[in-house]
């Protein structure tokens, strides 16, 4: 909310323009081998999550909470991102132009095992060549998170057979139907769901905006925000930098619950940090409940009565219905909104697993079925220990906000939120979420076992495993360098991120030439902050033998919804 505030603000100053190539601003976004990729990306789209950029979160979030580059990393990471609504099977090089990607005959053919790469012809890959290393790189990471980061159901997608490895793997799209017309609020306004490419939630490219924020200011993003927004509204609750952080002793840090019960606390500490602004402007400032009430306030204030000393600018471009999601909700600029009744309010968070199992049962829970029609304007937000959710109703000039420390088997802010919503208008007929609540916590635990399921059912240990040392090296690719080690206290192999120490992870022999590194219980997992894995796949490092049998090449499908990439041994 915060970042599409700052955008309409430099917008209404003439220094930026909605739909502007983010390349316009941040010049080493374009890909100079291949521009159309990165060049035609404007700020709209970006707010609107209407481009088919893949989202290689891996490569920049690891395990254990850590972020893994600096500002330069993080651009040059979506540079070499693939397009997903591109059928073009070829490798991309940072020093030659676009060629077919073809390497038969380059290897000789041998058995592929369960869940292995073809070595032959590496999946749909892109390469951008490795332009340096952030050594001795980022080791922190924090709870902080702009209200506004949400998994959404772009992250629906297709289960893989392992014949299929060698297609590339796209998100699959929810059922679209008109949307409503709108008697009253926001109406449709700009570029609504032209052609182009299959849209992919990626909230990566929020990021990139606050290095545009911040390019075209001329101050740090965490600055401009600061000066801009929070002072003028006396928010002294919300933090935008590392060193209030620290000295605040009331932060209610991110906490997991583990099986049996007990809590552990999830590194977090790099999330607020004033020098990257692609993670505060992503998922980075946190805030309390009072000043983001206060916040919402403005919103509304600036809503129904825009003034010249308004601190928030452009609301009735930030609150229009710009790109249906699904025929019910709509995406706004950095925000969601539609009427109620209707199911799906929340649904731009991560409480969509009875959805997508069992829609009926979902359906049966909306609230304010007998209720009048209102229209609301939402925001969710998820993170590795965190949760938020806004709903606003202009009509009503009324705001629900919820705030958890906690993120375990589905999304408390959001259940919260809808409670609230509930009783604050009398909604009929009353509905208990509870039922509702219990099912989604239970299709969240279903989904890990599924995964586990899955990676035990492909997993095929040879009988021999070639000699570790094969595999040590530096493999590098996407901006990302990938370092493969011994563990001296375990005598196994480890991988590690960008020099990142507190980003390894030990590995095991999974097949021939292939090793794991998915964590093996629920609690591994939400005690390294891996949330967003739900595909076991991103768990798997392939590696591939050139001709003499030396290794060369490592393959990883660093997201569910994108090829395999390519990591050149060097």
């Avoid at 009875?354 to 304007?377: L, V």
Wanted: proline share 5%; aromatic share 10%.
């Amino acid at each position: 909310m915060f970042l599409s505030a700052a955008v309409g603000i430099l917008v209404d100053q003439v220094h930026m323009g909605w739909d502007d190539p983010i390349s316009k601003y941040i010049p080493e976004f374009k890909r100079a081998n291949d521009p159309r990729d990165c060049e035609e990306i404007t700020i709209r789209q970006a707010l609107l999550h209407s481009i088919g950029l893949g989202r290689p979160q891996t490569l920049l979030l690891g395990p254990n909470g850590y972020f893994l580059g600096d500002e330069v990393t993080f651009v040059r990471v979506l540079r070499g991102t693939p397009r997903l609504d591109d059928d073009r099977d070829q490798a991309v090089d940072a020093d030659s132009d676009v060629v077919p990607h073809s390497e038969s005959g380059a290897d000789e053919p041998r058995k592929e095992e369960k869940g292995d790469v073809p070595r032959e012809a590496p999946i749909g890959a892109r390469q951008e060549t490795f332009e340096g290393t952030v050594e001795g790189g980022s080791d922190r990471v924090d709870e902080g998170h702009e209200r506004g980061y949400a998994e959404g159901h772009a992250k629906q997608v297709e289960k893989r057979s392992d014949e299929a490895l060698h297609e590339e793997q796209r998100p699959r799209k929810r059922s679209k139907g008109a949307q409503e017309d709108q008697e009253e609020g926001p109406t449709k306004e700009g570029p609504t769901d032209t052609p182009g490419p299959q849209p992919v939630y990626n909230n990566l490219l929020y990021g990139l905006i606050a290095l545009a924020v911040q390019n075209a200011s001329g101050q740090r993003y965490s600055d401009f925000v600061q000066e801009n927004i929070l002072d003028p509204l006396d928010m002294r609750h919300t933090v935008v930098n590392r060193s209030k952080l620290e000295s605040n002793l009331n932060v209610a840090h991110g906490y997991a619950q583990l099986q049996d019960g007990s809590y552990t606390r999830v590194a977090t500490e790099d999330y607020t940090d004033e020098n990257h602004a692609p993670i505060l402007g992503a998922a980075g400032i946190r805030s309390s409940v009072n000043d983001m009430l206060e916040w919402t306030s403005t919103l509304l204030r600036a809503y129904h009565a825009p003034t010249e000393d308004s601190v928030v600018r452009e609301i009735p471009t930030l609150w229009k219905s710009q790109r249906d999601i699904d025929g019910k909700v709509s995406y706004a600029l950095g925000y969601y909104c539609g009427y109620l009744p209707v199911a799906t309010i929340g649904g731009n968070g991560i409480n969509c697993r009875t959805e997508e199992r069992d829609p009926s049962f979902f359906d049966a829970h909306t609230i304010g079925r007998d209720s009048p029609r209102r229209f609301f304007i939402g925001h969710n937000g998820v993170w590795s220990g965190y949760a938020s959710a806004v709903f606003m109703f202009p009509e009503t000039k009324s705001a629900v906000m919820a705030l958890a420390n906690g993120l375990n088997l589905s999304d408390a802010a959001d259940w919260s939120a809808k409670i609230l919503t509930q009783a604050l208008f009398d909604m009929k007929p009353h509905v208990d979420l509870l039922p509702l609540v219990k099912r989604e916590a239970g299709a969240w635990y279903r989904v890990f076992c599924e995964m586990l399921i899955e990676w035990l059912e492909h997993r095929s240990v040879p009988d021999r495993e070639a000699d570790l040392h094969e595999y040590i090296g530096k493999y590098e690719g996407f901006g990302t360098r990938i370092t493969i080690f011994l563990q001296e206290e375990t005598g196994r192999l480890a991988v590690m991120f960008n020099s990142c120490r507190k980003w390894t992870c030990d590995r095991e022999l999974y097949n021939k030439d292939v090793y794991s590194f998915l964590p093996l219980t629920r609690d591994q997992m939400l005690t390294k902050g891996m949330v967003d894995w739900d595909d076991y796949n991103v768990g798997l490092l392939h590696f591939q033998r050139g001709p003499t049998e030396e290794v060369h090449r490592l393959c990883w499908m660093y997201d569910a919804t994108e090829p395999y990439a390519n990591f050149e041994k060097v």
